[in-house]
Each structure stands twice: as structure tokens, then as C-alpha cells.
């Protein structure tokens, strides 16, 4: 990743081959993938290095899974209709089980909340069966799949890249003509732009977009869903170039007060 993110992308390419041929660790399939989150982490075989939570760390309401998943949490942030219009592309995709749009009481009608349809998110959600529990994976092989498909869409490598990117897919269920090969990107403009989707939709929710986007100078457009005023698609969607000031995070004040060599 952090070759990747310094533009060394042979490097990158070479740290992805090693972890993915290693044999330590595998894509989940069927319903084990849609029950990434819900199994202990350490019996997931496609998990590298995850930050276990075990009930007595349960942060309950305060959990990440609570802010995404109303169903016995608060759910206060929402799915944008951008990312489901994403997903909605392939019905059998099994992504889509790691969302759920929320319906009045006669399912008639979405429910909403200042306007946003309300979506729910289950990627943090439901280990051990409790709603608020997860333990994030901080590397999964996935990820090497992708990673290594960006460094080939840049050094010209299509075949390379299309072939990771369709390991991806077949395992969310896609098949045939919801494959891409190189001479059928599916209206994309560049292979790069068919990896940096497929990021989007494989990655969804677990902090990567923002990067992925100014990584390859690209703009965030962010279309909010969520406790903010009424007036969806408009005050609530914000464009961010990446070269907006917004884009450098400030070292927090607690450890530039511990370490005076660490300067803002």
C-alpha cells in the first residue's frame, strides 16, 4: 500500500504477488463473504491484519457499526443513492446484501430523514450476532488483488489489471457479461478508471476512497446522506479538488505536545 501510494509500482506489484501467492490466505466466497464481518475474525480466511474486538470492548452506541445500522443502533450516517445507483448496475452482485434500503411500515414508500433515503450499512455489524460488533480488517487480500491492479493500469499492463479486477468480481457473483476485458471496459474511459470502481464498490466504507481519489488526482465529489438540512444534492454535495488545503490533515495537537520534533 505504501508503494503504491509513493508511486512505486513495481514494488507494490512485488509485495502483492508475495502476499497473494503465499497461500496464507484465500478469497471468501458465497455466503461467507456476505458474512465477512460476522464470523470472528481470526477463522476469516481472507483477513491479514485485523484490530479484534471481543465483547468487552463493545462500544455499543458508540460503535462504528451503530453510526451505519439503525437495526439496533443509532444509524445516523446513510448510504448515498450515488453508491447504490453503483451497486444496483448488477442485481446479483453480493455487495448489495451489505446495504439494506429502509421502507415504511406498508413498503410503499423509502423512509427518509431530512430528505435522504435512508440505507443502511452492515459491514461493521453483527459479529458474534450483536449489532454494534466488528473488528475491522486493516489489510485483506482483496485489497492485494487491487492494489496490484491499479500498479498494472499504470505501468500499461490492461490484461494484468482486468484479470484482478475480474477475481473481484467473480467472487461478488459476477459472471459474463459483467466481466470487463480489454476491449469492453463498459464505457470507461481507461482501464485505470474500471479499477478505481471497482475499489469503490469492493472497498466501500472502509476509508479508502479519499485516497484512492487524490492519489490519482482526482476529484471527491461528496453527495451527503445523513443528519444534515433538507436540500439533497445540493448544499450537501460538495466538490473537493486535490489541491483543496482541505485535503492535509493536521497532526493532532495531543501528539505534537508529546513529540516536539513533529511539526504542522
Known amino acids: 500500500r505504501v508503494y503504491l501510494s509513493t508511486g512505486n509500482y513495481t514494488e507494490s506489484i512485488k509485495y502483492s504477488d508475495l502476499v497473494i501467492n503465499s497461500g496464507r490466505y484465500e478469497l471468501v466466497t458465497g455466503q461467507s463473504f456476505v458474512d465477512y464481518q460476522r464470523v470472528e475474525p481470526?477463522?476469516?480466511k481472507e483477513n491479514i491484519f485485523v484490530i479484534k474486538f471481543t465483547l468487552k470492548d463493545d462500544l455499543g452506541y458508540g460503535?462504528?457499526?451503530?453510526?451505519?445500522?439503525?437495526?439496533?443502533?443509532?444509524g445516523e450516517v446513510y448510504?448515498?443513492?450515488?453508491h447504490m445507483k453503483l451497486l444496483n448496475k448488477y442485481p446479483e452482485d453480493?455487495?448489495?446484501k451489505q446495504v439494506a434500503?429502509?421502507?415504511t411500515a406498508d413498503k410503499k414508500d423509502t423512509l427518509r430523514r431530512n430528505g435522504f433515503p435512508k440505507i443502511f450499512m452492515y459491514k461493521y455489524s453483527y459479529q458474534g450476532g450483536k449489532a454494534s460488533m466488528s473488528s475491522?480488517?486493516?489489510f485483506r487480500l482483496a485489497e492485494m488483488y487491487l492494489n496490484r491492479a491499479e500498479c498494472n493500469a499504470?505501468?500499461?499492463?490492461?490484461s494484468e489489471a482486468i484479470a484482478d479486477i475480474n477475481k473481484i468480481r467473480t467472487r461478488a457473483n459476477l459472471t459474463g457479461t459483467a466481466l470487463y476485458s480489454t476491449t469492453d471496459l463498459k464505457g470507461h474511459a481507461s482501464v485505470l478508471d474500471v479499477v478505481l470502481e471497482e475499489r469503490k464498490l469492493e472497498l466501500a466504507f472502509e476509508g479508502y476512497r479519499h485516497y484512492d481519489l487524490l492519489r490519482n488526482n482526482k476529484t471527491m465529489i461528496r453527495d451527503y446522506a445523513g443528519v444534515h438540512p433538507k436540500d439533497p444534492g445540493t448544499k450537501n454535495t460538495q466538490t473537493i479538488l486535490p489541491s483543496h488545503p482541505r485535503n492535509i490533515h493536521f497532526l493532532p495537537e495531543k501528539e505534537l505536545l508529546l513529540n516536539p520534533n513533529l511539526i504542522n
Open 42 to 44: 481470526e477463522t476469516n
Open 63 to 74: 460503535s462504528l457499526g451503530s453510526q451505519w445500522n439503525g437495526d439496533g443502533g443509532y
Open 79 to 82: 448510504v448515498s443513492t450515488t
Open 94 to 96: 453480493l455487495r448489495q
Open 101 to 103: 434500503v429502509q421502507f
Open 136 to 138: 475491522p480488517a486493516q
Open 154 to 158: 499504470k505501468l500499461g499492463n490492461a
